[in-house]
């Protein structure tokens, strides 16, 4: 009898040890850009697969880089929380705590770094690499371009080694490149660079206000259940990114079982307000499809030239995929998202969906012998169809979440219409002065 009940009260720990419950993987998808890889739902009513009698001619993929240790901005967040209980350590003891709390009496500590690629994000992208070259077998890619940023290469490598095998870098034919992200290099994957008038704070301002009204009932809460803690919004903010981040880092973390669903959402529609604010719809004007447009351009000319690669394969961030999606008018929503919170529980701007880490942004140029006339294009974005609304004409554009490619370029005439320095780019983003 003593031994069964020792054994069974190591079960919880066994069980913490991995997402075993559908649904706590389903709340650690919804950790919004922090997210860990997953790919999307598939739309109620639109076919995951093309016609059998469908060829893909052109691929580009716009990759994210995987998950990665928290920026150092965030970090101080989590070692602020951690130091806050650490030197509490006796008013912890005397808790009364949840099961889900008892692992802070043994004392947590963090040794999370930051800015760089972790071990499940070199995972993430070692395995994009191998199922790019099994969906894609016939091609064989000649170059790669990555955004010059240590985690984004880093995972382009990683990409490789799964793609071409560890001989990659000794390909002779194929070419590895990287672009600066800096505000001297125009580029596609970091245009809000070159851009003097984009803000971080169009997007920042609206989370900071959102936290001050989301985040103090959770830290009324978890000081309740703490008492002579002191925690304070900012240390809230600290144990949401400790969940997501020790996530990103290990595959686990105690603090994910701390919050409830609800608690889980608003930190989630935090991530999307910041990503929708400085790199979306939220931005002043059409400072956002005007960023996007860089990239909208170089899908259009690609796709329109005989000559062109019949594979990209680039890296680059989670901006750089919601700035593309704010050009093409998909995801977007009205009313706009709002700073005081969620007005729309089936908003379609998620970034847990969209850009969650390694995130694949993959545009395929097609033509079939019968289901469709002439060329055609479709996203799919994290492994799910995202159904280009703003071009589709029949039955089949809607069953398959598709579009001619002629369509495509006339409903992307806004992207058309503008490019790098331009006047039209100058006066939606002031004179960028090189
Ligand atoms: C972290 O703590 C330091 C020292 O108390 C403080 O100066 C800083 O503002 C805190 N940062 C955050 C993000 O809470
Ligand atoms: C107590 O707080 C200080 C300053 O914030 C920190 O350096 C120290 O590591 C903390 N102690 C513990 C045990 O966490
Ligand atoms: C791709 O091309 C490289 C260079 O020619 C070659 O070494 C490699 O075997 C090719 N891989 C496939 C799967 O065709
Ligand atoms: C690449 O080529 C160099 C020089 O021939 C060789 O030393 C190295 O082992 C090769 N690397 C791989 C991964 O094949
Ligand atoms: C680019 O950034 C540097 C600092 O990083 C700054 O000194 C310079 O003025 C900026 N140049 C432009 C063209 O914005
Ligand atoms: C962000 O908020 C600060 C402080 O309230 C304000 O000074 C700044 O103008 C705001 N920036 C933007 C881009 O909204
Ligand atoms: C078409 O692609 C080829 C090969 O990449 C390139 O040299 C040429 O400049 C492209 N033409 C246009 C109009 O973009
Ligand atoms: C794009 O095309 C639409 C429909 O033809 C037209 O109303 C709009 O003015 C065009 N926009 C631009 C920027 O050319
Ligand atoms: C836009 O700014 C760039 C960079 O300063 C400049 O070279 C270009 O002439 C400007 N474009 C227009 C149309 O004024």
């Not at 690499?129 to 064989?140: E, M, S, W």
């Not at 093409?328 to 970034?351: E, Y």
Request: charged share 15%; glycine share 8%; with cysteine.
């Amino acid at each position: 009898m003593m031994l069964f009940w020792s054994l069974l009260s190591l079960l919880p720990l066994l069980v913490a040890a991995v997402p075993t419950s559908s649904a706590e993987e389903k709340i650690w998808d919804s950790l919004g850009n922090l997210s860990p890889y997953h790919p999307a739902p598939i739309p109620v009513g639109v076919s995951a697969d093309l016609p059998a009698d469908c060829t893909v001619d052109q691929v580009m993929l716009m990759g994210r880089h995987g998950s990665r240790f928290p920026l150092a901005s965030e970090l101080v967040y989590i070692q602020n929380m951690t130091y806050k209980l650490g030197n509490a350590s006796a008013a912890v003891a005397k808790a009364k705590l949840p099961s889900s709390m008892q692992f802070l009496k043994e004392g947590y500590t963090t040794k999370l770094g930051h800015d760089d690629l972790s071990a499940p994000g070199r995972l993430e992208l070692f395995k994009h690499g191998v199922n790019f070259r099994l969906k894609y077998p016939q091609f064989n890619a000649t170059s790669i371009l990555a955004g010059g940023q240590d985690r984004v290469i880093e995972s382009a490598q990683w990409f490789a080694n799964g793609y071409y095998g560890r001989i990659w870098p000794n390909i002779s034919s194929t070419v590895f490149s990287e672009i600066a992200e800096d505000n001297v290099t125009v580029s596609w994957i970091t245009p809000m660079d070159t851009c003097p008038k984009w803000d971080y704070n169009y997007g920042n301002n609206a989370t900071v206000a959102w936290g001050k009204i989301y985040l103090p009932a959770i830290t009324k809460r978890l000081n309740k259940l703490l008492p002579g803690v002191g925690l304070t919004d900012d240390d809230t903010h600290g144990a949401l990114y400790a969940c997501a981040y020790d996530l990103a880092a290990y595959d686990v973390s105690p603090w994910c079982d701390v919050f409830t669903t609800t608690e889980i959402k608003d930190f989630e529609y935090e991530l999307d307000l910041l990503m929708d604010g400085a790199f979306g719809y939220n931005l002043p004007g059409v400072m956002g499809p005007t960023l996007g447009s860089l990239y909208v351009n170089k899908l259009i000319e690609r796709f329109s030239n005989a000559s062109a690669e019949p594979v990209y394969l680039e890296f680059g961030h989670d901006t750089t995929i919601d700035m593309i999606l704010t050009a093409l008018g998909l995801a977007k929503d009205t009313p706009p998202l709002s700073a005081s919170g969620p007005v729309n529980p089936n908003r379609k701007f998620r970034t847990s969906n969209q850009v969650p880490f390694a995130a694949q942004m993959v545009w395929e140029k097609f033509t079939c012998s019968s289901s469709f006339q002439g060329p055609q294009i479709r996203l799919v974005l994290n492994d799910a169809p995202l159904p280009l609304t703003t071009c589709a004409q029949s039955k089949e554009d809607k069953a398959y979440g598709t579009c001619s490619f002629d369509a495509f370029v006339s409903s992307n005439n806004f992207s058309t219409s503008i490019s790098w320095g331009d006047a039209a780019w100058n006066s939606t983003c002031g004179n960028p002065g090189f």
